[in-house]
């Protein structure tokens, strides 16, 4: 697993976890909303990936706002993806153990595609709120209290 800052992130691992990113949410779930939100240009942002022969084989980031973003959570996961054809091998598991090893201090939110809520709350995140449609899709929001 790889943990990089933009600044940190060479060319190569740049495309890869871009065309991860646009190969699933665009292509594959036709999600048309703006990807690229510049949030993954900030010094706090940190990259997670796992790459292979074929280039990203899954990805998740983790920015950190200034100001809470649900209760006491200023930690927000997000951009969760593994290609398609490494799925169920425990990628997005992993990468989700290593942010909250990372972070699990501190408390965290994430806004989930609703089918996948079981994976988030087995980490410890919760949903709040009513199932909301995001990007074309629903999504629930979860909060996971820092330890």
Known sequence: MERRSWDELTTG?????????TDVFFVEQRIDEEELDGRDLEPATEHLFVTDAHG?????????DAEPAHRDARVVLGRVVTRADRRGEGLSRALLADAVARHGHEAMMLHAQEYIVPLYAAFGFERFGEV???AGLPHVSMYRPGS
């Open 56 to 64: 990203a084989a899954a990805y998740a980031r983790i920015l950190v």
């Open 13 to 21: 691992e740049l495309y890869a976890v871009l065309k991860l990113r």
């Open 132 to 134: 909301y449609t995001e």
